[in-house]
């Protein structure tokens, strides 16, 4: 299987700590992505990297890609109460558009 | 805002009964794409379609058809349910790599399906 995986399988921290979260692959990527899941809904993009890119940030979302290890990581910095989800990371491959996810993240952050 | 809905959001079927699982997506997406989630394995894709009236098969195809007749509607089909069918089933859309919008899949809510 080419799925990545996850690590940890479930984080608990408090209110204004940081988290991270970590990804696993396989196969030489395009890109990689994270992605959001709150209990019992779809999933939701938080953030895209490139092949050719070593970290990226968005408001408190930081995410770095060594594609020599095949890892990335999610770090949410001063977590709040209402980023509690699961987060699961997908990559792309050079060919094809297949999508395959990590088997996910559960995050709980503690008020 | 890019929307995608799934017909039902709760689903008890019984076991040999053919389910239909509709998603429609209103941004004009090539793709579609199906997939179940189970915990500890995560999302595996089921089917995806690039165009109308294509479809390729995912790693899980077993038990399971496709129909894409409009492109922004990608319907599951399980042809008899089984009781190991039961799961969430989520729906997402996407743009082609080529168009340079990237690769970001936009999901529906999802559909749990219990099979009794």
């Known amino acids: 299987s080419q799925q990545g995986e996850e690590d940890p399988q479930a984080l608990s921290i408090q209110e204004g700590e940081n988290a991270t979260m970590n990804c696993s692959y396989k196969?030489?990527?395009?890109?990689l992505q994270w992605y959001r899941q709150n209990s019992g809904r779809g999933l939701v993009h938080l953030i895209l990297?490139?092949?050719?890119?070593r970290e990226k940030h968005s408001g408190r979302l930081r995410v770095t890609l060594d594609t020599s290890k095949k890892s990335s990581s999610l770090l949410i910095t001063a977590s709040r109460a209402a980023d509690t989800a699961s987060y699961f990371c997908?990559?792309?491959?050079?060919?094809?558009?297949?999508?395959?996810f990590g088997t996910g993240t559960s995050l709980t952050v503690i008020p | 805002d890019v929307k995608v809905t799934q017909s039902s959001r709760y689903l008890v079927k019984r076991t040999g009964e053919k389910v239909f699982l509709e998603c429609v997506q209103d941004m004009d997406h090539e793709n579609m794409f199906w997939y179940r989630q189970d915990p500890g394995l995560g999302l595996r894709l089921i089917y995806f379609s690039y165009d109308v009236k294509m479809k390729e098969k995912g790693d899980i195809p077993e038990g399971y058809s496709v129909s894409r007749e409009k492109k922004e509607r990608f319907s599951l089909i399980l042809e008899s349910a089984s009781t190991n069918q039961t799961s969430m089933y989520l729906c997402?859309?996407?743009?082609?790599?080529?168009?340079?919008?990237?690769?970001?899949?936009?999901f529906g809510p999802g559909t749990r399906l219990t099979v009794l």
């Open positions: 997402a859309s996407s743009f082609p790599r080529t168009s340079g919008s990237g690769d970001t899949q936009y």
């Open positions: 196969t030489s990527i395009n890109n």
């Open positions: 997908a990559t792309t491959s050079n060919t094809g558009n297949q999508f395959y």
């Open positions: 990297i490139r092949s050719n890119e």
